[in-house]
């Protein structure tokens, strides 16, 4: 009986040793409190908005506005809390100036940050970014980089910080929507209404 007893403890122990190490685990440092809002969009037309302390994601479609529920992953709520850390956008400006006129439609985007205490809000427009150089564009496709990249290391080059800042949250905003696109819910919503 005794042998039984010990021999089924045994057994109990291994197994959950073994589905431990089969899960996947986060070493999480994301503060418990850690959320934000991701607004971004048209101006003059509708927005996409994710919510990641409701767990919503609302997308300006063909159909008008559709919210549904979207809840990220504890891994990818980390990489997204790792991005801002390294980015430090405590010391970000809450907007960014205009460096240009008359593009219309504008994009527009907006990011609340709450966690540990604290909130952060950062807004702007695409006409805060200098005009787009097609030869940067030709230039990217040759040496494998990506514009962001490209336009990251003009702007350190011209000492400009505010630009290298624009640029580097335009990074964090096309991680983030690169990490949404792949949910099945996103995938389910309806196509995105054009403007252009």
């Known amino acids: 009986m005794r ?13 959950l040793a073994l589905i431990g ?11 418990k409190n850690f959320s934000f ?3 971004y969009g048209v101006k003059g037309g509708g927005s996409n908005v994710l919510n990641t302390s409701e767990g919503t994601f609302e997308k300006d479609t063909v159909d008008g506005q559709i919210k549904t529920k979207l809840v990220l992953k504890e891994e990818d709520m980390q990489k997204i809390y ?7 956008l405590e010391e970000y400006p809450m907007g ?3 460096r240009r006129s008359g593009i219309e439609p504008s994009g527009e985007w907006s990011l609340n940050i709450q966690y540990s205490g ?14 787009i150089d097609i030869e940067s564009i030709e230039e990217v496709k040759k040496l494998d980089k990506t514009l962001a990249e490209m336009n990251i290391e003009k ?20 991680m983030i929507t690169d990490i949404i ?3 099945d819910e996103y995938k389910e919503l309806p196509e995105s209404r054009r403007y252009l």
């Open 82 to 88: 790792d991005k801002i850390k390294e980015l430090d």
């Open 118 to 131: 604290k909130e952060k809000y950062i807004a702007w427009t695409s006409n805060a970014f200098p005009p």
């Open 37 to 39: 809002v991701l607004e």
């Open 3 to 15: 042998k039984m007893l010990a021999f089924t403890i045994i057994i109990s122990v291994v197994a």
């Open 21 to 31: 190490c089969n899960q996947e685990t986060v070493n999480s440092n994301v503060p």
């Open 96 to 98: 960014f100036k205009r």
């Open 181 to 183: 696109s792949g949910y």
């Open 155 to 174: 702007a350190q080059a011209s000492g400009d910080e505010k630009l290298v800042k624009l640029y580097r949250i335009q990074e964090l905003v096309h």
